[in-house]
């Protein structure tokens, strides 16, 4: 079965610092990998999607994310963040077997972005 | 250009009551999904369904019940509401599966008293 592990549940960080949240999944199989961000009273709004080639894959908002087979990982990065980054942050994975039915979400990320 | 909506927004229930939760989408997706919300763990998927007509279980279906009759219309159900079913209760939608990506409602938030 799948799995996803947000390390971080609250990530404070001042205005134009980088930032990196962290992911790590498990899977007995290969995967498809996600990050979704929701701000404030709203629902989840797609960042990124790693399904094959690059490892370094890019997104909206200036954010980044580097797929590693042998950690089991996909961290996100952003070189410099706005207050308005202020938002939940939640990984996700699907087996490449099971990518027609569910996608597992991690715990979430809580970004803060102090002026 | 609605995308997908969520009806109600907020709903107070007293423990036993029942209530439905209703999703819509104008996108001409196959896959509707229901999540439950809560701190610290994440998004949770109740029930899913691949298409009108079909629905299956998720990882957390006790409590709840769903229907597909309709292709833009995925409804979920509660028969009698426990205070362990408060929670912020989304709906998402996707072309083909997740691949595609989700798009998701603007959430319903539930509170059993």
């Known amino acids: 079965a799948q799995s996803v592990t947000q390390l971080d549940s609250q990530v404070p960080v001042f205005e134009e610092a980088p930032v990196e949240l962290r992911c790590n999944y498990s899977?007995?199989?290969?995967?498809?990998l996600f990050w979704y961000v929701q701000y404030p009273n709203q629902g989840l709004q797609l960042l990124l999607k790693?399904?094959?080639?690059?490892?370094l894959v890019k997104g909206i908002n200036g954010f980044e994310a580097e797929f590693n087979k042998s950690q089991t990982s996909f961290h996100l990065r952003k070189p410099s963040v706005h207050i308005s980054d202020t938002a939940e942050y939640f990984c996700?994975?699907?087996?490449?077997?099971?990518?027609?039915?569910?996608?597992?979400f991690g715990g979430g990320t809580r970004l803060m972005v102090k002026p | 250009n609605a995308g997908v909506t969520q009806t109600p927004k907020f709903r107070v229930l007293k423990t036993g009551q029942s209530m439905t939760l209703l999703c819509a989408q104008d996108?001409?997706?196959?896959?509707m999904y229901w999540y439950r919300q809560d701190p610290g763990m994440g998004l949770r998927l109740i029930h899913y369904?691949?298409?009108?007509?079909?629905?299956a279980k998720g990882e957390v279906p006790d409590g709840y019940n769903v229907s597909r009759l309709k292709k833009q219309n995925f409804l979920l159900g509660l028969e009698s509401a426990a205070p362990s079913q408060t929670s912020v209760y989304f709906c998402?939608?996707?072309?083909?599966?997740?691949?595609?990506?989700?798009?998701f409602g603007s959430g319903t938030r539930l509170t059993v008293v």
């Open positions: 996700a994975v699907t087996e490449i077997n099971n990518a027609g039915n569910m996608l597992t």
């Open positions: 998402a939608s996707s072309k083909d599966g997740p691949v595609y990506g989700y798009t």
């Open positions: 899977s007995s199989v290969s995967v498809y």
């Open positions: 369904s691949v298409g009108e007509g079909t629905t």
């Open positions: 996108m001409n997706h196959e896959y």
């Open positions: 790693y399904l094959s080639g690059s490892t």
